[in-house]
């Protein structure tokens, strides 16, 4: 199956340099997949704001509702546990009912549970709305997979969901200083109200403004149709190639498995990290956390458009094991010194590092479901992403075990640095060619 160049067709298009490549809106700007491209990222954004608010109101939770180190990881883990098993569902779902039904019913369903997040009064209340956030957010980025293999050409797909995971990153980012701020306004509690809020706003902007059908969205010219494939202009459905899409995709849950261990440790443990090891207030423990994740929106954006340009400089199997194997091995590199140094900066910078080099792998991963099986991108990606989903249920609960039970940060942060090494090498028997196509 091919597809046409992002933004002028074979044959007319100028030379350009590396640096023109890599612009930011090449082949999304003036069309109508922006438009779609900006929506998700809105959503990514809003969605990792959602459930990572609690890793920076957690020093306040834990001490307004009582709960140690142990009772915290299970808090959240809760998310994770439904967000793991509702993958491949919410991905079969997505395909079959389309991504605008299916997101916004599950963005009505995690707008309430952040907003319940904030009436938790007990260990019980606060582990059941993570629950129902896990099985809202369950659904979403496969099914926005989904539509990004609808509306994205080929030579554009790990550079949007580069940008949708650069998107979620700056959630990440902004929302300790965001949070921090709302906690100073009134309490933790508030945080979570006005998220809710949020969600349910860009709920009903989907809803108004989405379409399943490139063909049928009234604003989209000829031009834009020419560089979509009949297969992306078709609502026709095709049966599930189970046996060959699971041997293409197992390989890829694991890698997330081990990419996922990293990233939920950044999400979960670093505030708490830097409030406790270097006795910070919610201020400079916010700028900290700011500082390490704010590098993920960087690694993303340059993760995926790095590797499109090497899809088209080499292959499609060589670019996406590059950027899995580099982007593993330096957060394992990077994570390391965390263990021995002591000193606050040298530890941010060596976690913003690692943070980086995890975050190029990401739009890799996303993009692989959709260049093995465009049109089951969305059961690919939560076949994919169950790796992810698994690993936030042990990841951060181990996290605080280990916390609990050795009293120090060193174990945990060992244990965890560990993964990624084990991911970038299984990542290099990855085949992520269309299943018509053999491996390279």
């Not at 779609?36 to 954004?45: E, G, H, N, S």
């Not at 369903?109 to 904030?118: E, H």
């Not at 459905?237 to 498995?257: A, N």
């Amino acid at each position: 199956m091919s597809a046409t160049p992002l933004s002028i067709s074979a044959g007319r298009a100028p030379r350009r340099g590396f640096l023109s490549r890599l612009s930011i809106l090449d082949g999304f700007r003036g069309r109508v997949r922006g438009q779609v491209l900006l929506l998700l990222c809105a959503m990514y954004f809003i969605t990792y704001i959602d459930r990572v608010n609690i890793a920076t109101t957690a020093p306040f939770i834990q001490k307004d509702l009582g709960l140690d180190n142990t009772e915290l990881g299970l808090v959240f883990s809760a998310f994770a546990i439904p967000y793991a098993f509702f993958q491949i569902f919410g991905g079969y779902i997505g395909d079959r009912w389309g991504p605008k039904r299916v997101l916004a019913l599950v963005g009505l369903i995690w707008a309430v549970s952040t907003m319940a997040t904030g009436f938790a009064t007990g260990l019980v209340s606060l582990f059941a709305a993570r629950l129902l956030l896990g099985f809202g957010e369950g659904a979403a980025f496969p099914t926005a997979t989904n539509a990004m293999a609808k509306w994205v050409p080929a030579e554009g797909r790990a550079r949007a969901q580069g940008y949708v995971h650069a998107a979620s990153r700056i959630g990440n980012a902004i929302t300790p200083a965001l949070v921090a701020v709302l906690i100073a306004l009134y309490d933790w509690r508030l945080s979570f109200w006005v998220c809710g809020s949020v969600s349910l706003i860009w709920t009903l902007v989907w809803i108004v403004k989405y379409h399943n059908s490139p063909a049928k969205h009234p604003g989209i010219t000829q031009e834009e149709l020419s560089e979509l494939t009949p297969d992306q202009l078709s609502d026709h459905r095709v049966p599930i190639p189970w046996g060959p899409l699971l041997k293409r995709i197992l390989p890829v849950t694991f890698v997330d498995f081990c990419y996922g261990w990293s990233l939920w440790v950044f999400l979960s443990w670093i505030p708490s990290f830097f409030a406790d090891r270097f006795g910070m207030n919610l201020k400079h423990f916010a700028f900290f956390t700011t500082i390490v994740l704010i590098a993920g929106v960087i690694g993303d954006a340059m993760g995926g458009i790095l590797s499109d340009t090497l899809v088209k400089r080499t292959s499609q199997t060589i670019a996406r094991r590059t950027n899995l194997v580099v982007g593993l091995v330096g957060a394992f590199v990077f994570v390391m010194p965390v263990l021995f140094l002591s000193n606050v900066w040298m530890v941010a910078i060596s976690l913003a590092l690692s943070f980086f080099f995890l975050e190029l792998t990401n739009s890799v991963l996303w993009a692989i479901p959709m260049d093995v099986d465009p049109q089951h991108a969305g059961l690919g990606g939560g076949i994919m992403n169950t790796g992810f989903g698994i690993a936030g249920i042990i990841s951060p609960l181990l996290f605080g075990v280990m916390l609990d039970a050795y009293g120090t940060w060193t174990m945990p942060f060992a244990v965890s640095a560990a993964l990624p090494f084990v991911g970038a090498a299984v990542s290099l028997f990855i085949n992520p060619r269309p299943l018509a196509q053999p491996a390279e």
